[in-house]
């Protein structure tokens, strides 16, 4: 087993791993949108806080030796339903023809006032 606690600028601030690589399979913790470079806070519109969020998981995937089209399954948590579509839009756009096992969870808030988390699990 090995933990990846920092890609780029990107570390995990608390008592966590940013990913864990077992058996040839990487799970990313759940990843807001945060600047890669800056380690800023990126609240923005949905859209665009799940296009950086996405981005994020990928940059940390591909870090483990891994790619975006080999992401086998993510969990979004979102604190509306009312936002799933265009969430939905976001991520349809990024993964195109890929479609990973995913589930949706909407739930009352998020840390930070965050409006997506999304985590992952992909094959190296």
């Known amino acids: 087993m090995k933990n990846i606690f920092e890609v780029g600028n990107l570390k995990s601030n608390g008592h ?12 990313v913790s759940g990843q807001f949108a945060i600047d ?17 969020a996405l981005k994020n998981v990928e940059m940390i995937v591909e870090a483990a030796g891994s790619k975006k089209a080999q992401i086998l399954r993510m969990t979004l948590y979102i604190p509306d339903v009312k936002l799933w579509d265009k969430v939905d839009a976001v ?10 096992a995913r589930t949706v969870v909407p739930t009352n808030e998020l840390h930070f006032g965050f409006k997506i988390e999304i985590d992952a699990i992909a094959y190296i």
């Open 16 to 27: 966590y791993a940013l990913a864990t690589i077992h058996q040839n399979t990487v799970y």
């Open 36 to 52: 890669p470079e800056t380690r800023e806070k990126k609240f923005g519109t949905i859209e665009e806080e799940t296009l950086q």
């Open 91 to 100: 991520y349809k756009e990024f993964f195109g023809e890929h479609k990973p």
